[in-house]
């Protein structure tokens, strides 16, 4: 066992960046079921698919997750008077370092201002955190007015 602490030159006082992005991954995700009420929003990437495992495609979703909140809150579009139920997509291209590089509607709702609000959103938000791969560099994101309306 001494040779094994040994080693690593006995510089073991914590977890590895790798372990502590993990970390810190599972905390915002715990933070977002609380927030959500345990779901997860999809990335709009194309039919469901079953599977157990938490791979890269757990991780995908927790930073959509991450990524739709921090837009969101940026999201106004006046609801009172309204009771229809509005839905945009967007389509956000985020570069390696968190930027928003492009931002299109995917899916019109009925009214050319609910888009425009959703696309003001995401450009007004500042600040994204980096993706967690390279593969990941477009995400769509439902606008619904339903959410405005809770």
Do not use: C, H
């Amino acid at each position: 066992m001494k040779k094994e602490a040994a080693k690593d030159g006995g510089k073991s006082s914590g977890p590895s960046p790798q372990q502590q992005a993990k970390n810190d991954v599972q905390s915002e995700l715990a933070a977002l079921r609380k927030t959500v009420g345990g779901s997860l929003y999809s990335t709009g990437g194309g039919g469901g698919g079953g599977g157990g495992g938490s791979g890269s495609s757990g991780l995908l979703q927790v930073y959509a997750s991450i990524v739709e909140q921090a837009i969101k809150k940026n999201w106004r579009y006046p609801v009172f008077g309204n009771d229809s139920n509005l839905v945009a997509v967007v389509e956000v291209r985020i570069d390696a370092k968190g930027q928003i590089a492009d931002v299109k509607v995917l899916t019109p709702s009925d009214r050319a201002d609910f888009d425009d609000s959703a696309v003001k959103a995401v450009r007004e938000t500042k600040e994204l955190p980096p993706p967690p791969s390279e593969a990941v560099g477009t995400l769509r994101i439902n606008f619904n007015l339903q959410e405005l309306n809770r």
